[in-house]
């Protein structure tokens, strides 16, 4: 049986990573989405059971065509990971205008890739996840790539930690309603990994010791979709049936799951239920 899996983001980088460990256990087909061709076909040419499709992730009908290309070829989705990303310009939000109105932030692709292509992705993935063969559910799995900005503000990248943030609360608050289908989702929240993303601008702001390897990242992706129970760098320990609307951060070779904020009082906790079902 051959387990396939997508990948958006998966030309460089954290995408290209997990896709070359898939690859090398010889149980799964690998679909990685990017934009720039040449890096595309170069990455999948590297792997032995690897295609590359070009698509804009901003674009969902692009998305929904490779994704029904990739589901008719396969009859089946096992695993979608969506991890397409840019990085912000640390003096984008914060420059300075002397007079009138100023001119708007340049947030070309910023918002849309990362926030709104993760969106378009986890969508279609749930479609296609549904008309994959019924044995499949209870194993099917959707990984978002947040970030330790999705946890924690960073003053040098404001809009990118938004919509960072704004992944971690939508698989929180899709991924009890998903799991009634099959489909675990969790987010994977990183600190700082060297990849392609990481501009010497932003590693300037960040001394040598915490930067992170890929292969921290890929090990914890690998540990969800394994089906087994993980246990986390503090002994806590999450059964794979309620492994699910999850963010786990991701610290050097540590792992932390991260609870969401403890209720203030009773009606908190009330209007949480209800905004639950």
């Given at each position: ?9 998966g030309?460089?980088?954290m ?18 989405i ?18 590359f ?47 009138g ?20 992705t ?19 799995h ?30 929180r ?24 993303l990481?501009t ?11 930067l ?22 503090t ?26 904020p ?7 906790q ?8």
């Amino acid at each position: 049986m051959v387990l396939v899996a997508l990948i958006t983001g998966g030309t460089s980088g954290m995408g290209l990573d997990i896709a070359q460990e898939l690859d090398k256990t010889g149980l799964w087909k690998i679909h990685i989405i990017g934009s720039n061709p040449n890096r595309g076909e170069e990455a999948a040419a590297t792997l032995k059971n690897t295609i590359f499709h070009q698509v804009d992730v901003t674009k969902y009908e692009q998305q929904g065509a490779a994704f029904d290309k990739i589901f008719n070829e396969e009859k089946r989705l096992d695993f979608v990971l969506a991890n397409a990303g840019i990085a912000e310009d640390t003096t984008m939000f914060f420059a300075g205008h002397e007079t009138g109105i100023p001119p708007p932030p340049d947030m070309t692709g910023l918002t849309d890739i990362n926030f709104t292509g993760a969106i378009y992705t986890s969508y279609l993935a749930m479609h296609y996840f549904r008309r994959s063969p019924e044995e499949t559910k209870g194993n099917r799995h959707l990984i978002i790539m947040s970030s330790i900005g999705g946890l924690y503000p960073c003053v040098h990248t404001p809009v990118y930690s938004a919509t960072k943030h704004g992944l971690v609360g939508f698989t929180r608050s899709m991924g009890k309603r998903l799991l009634n289908e099959g489909v675990k989702v969790n987010a994977v929240c990183p600190g700082v990994v060297l990849t392609p993303l990481m501009t010497p601008e932003l590693q300037a702001f960040f001394p040598e010791k915490i930067l992170m390897n890929m292969s921290d990242v890929t090990n914890v992706v690998l540990k969800l979709i394994s089906g087994n129970k993980v246990t986390d760098s503090t002994g806590t320990s999450v059964p794979s049936d309620q492994l699910h609307s999850r963010a786990i951060l991701v610290s050097g070779k540590k792992y932390h799951f991260v609870e969401m904020p403890e209720y203030f009082d009773e009606e908190t906790q009330l209007t949480h239920q209800h905004m639950m079902g």
